[in-house]
């Protein structure tokens, strides 16, 4: 049985993977700009390290449960970082410099991201009330996905914003590949 669960722990894992490449993909799909794509792509590794932090302090460890809510939320985790750095993009094409863009688009967004994240958390939180065998089960789960829902947002209203007013040039504004596809 240890060969299975290692195999098991082995394809989550790999599948984690693939899932944040996709998702970074994606993005650069719909953003059509390299820079945000990458002031993205930087916030996956450090949410999931974010995540695993706050699991280790809750007394949870990395298995099969917490790698698969991980799987699952990779995407999740991309969608606040998305929504903050399209903001501070669409302030710079409107002429302010990037420190300014940086904190009037994180400044403007933040209401709604968090409004859009904490709805998400709230949907995943009575995973936590569950008890008995489930419990076992089902409050890793939550426990995981809730922390990286919230490290994730932490990051979009902290951390992109300081990537981004690195960002001196502002491209063009344009169709990007995904819109024009819609």
Do not use: W, Y
């Amino acid at each position: 049985q240890s060969e299975i669960i290692a195999r098991g722990r082995t394809e989550i894992f790999h599948d984690l993977t693939r899932g944040a490449i996709l998702a970074v993909c994606v993005v650069f799909l719909f953003l059509g700009r390299i820079k945000p794509t990458l002031g993205v792509a930087i916030t996956l590794p450090l949410t999931l390290l974010a995540t695993l932090a706050a699991l280790h302090l809750m007394g949870q460890g990395l298995n099969m449960i917490t790698l698969s809510a991980l799987a699952l939320g990779v995407g999740m985790f991309s969608d606040d970082a998305i929504v903050v750095a399209e903001n501070i993009a669409r302030h710079r094409q409107l002429g302010l410099k990037p420190e300014e863009a940086s904190i009037e688009g994180g400044a403007e967004i933040s209401g709604p991201d968090a409004s859009g994240t904490f709805t998400v958390v709230f949907a995943f939180l009575p995973l936590l009330l569950v008890t008995g065998l489930s419990g076992v089960f089902l409050k890793p789960f939550g426990l995981c996905i809730s922390a990286g829902l919230l490290a994730s947002l932490v990051l979009s209203l902290s951390f992109v914003p300081l990537l981004m007013s690195r960002v001196k040039e502002v491209a063009a504004a344009r169709r990007s590949i995904g819109a024009r596809l819609l």
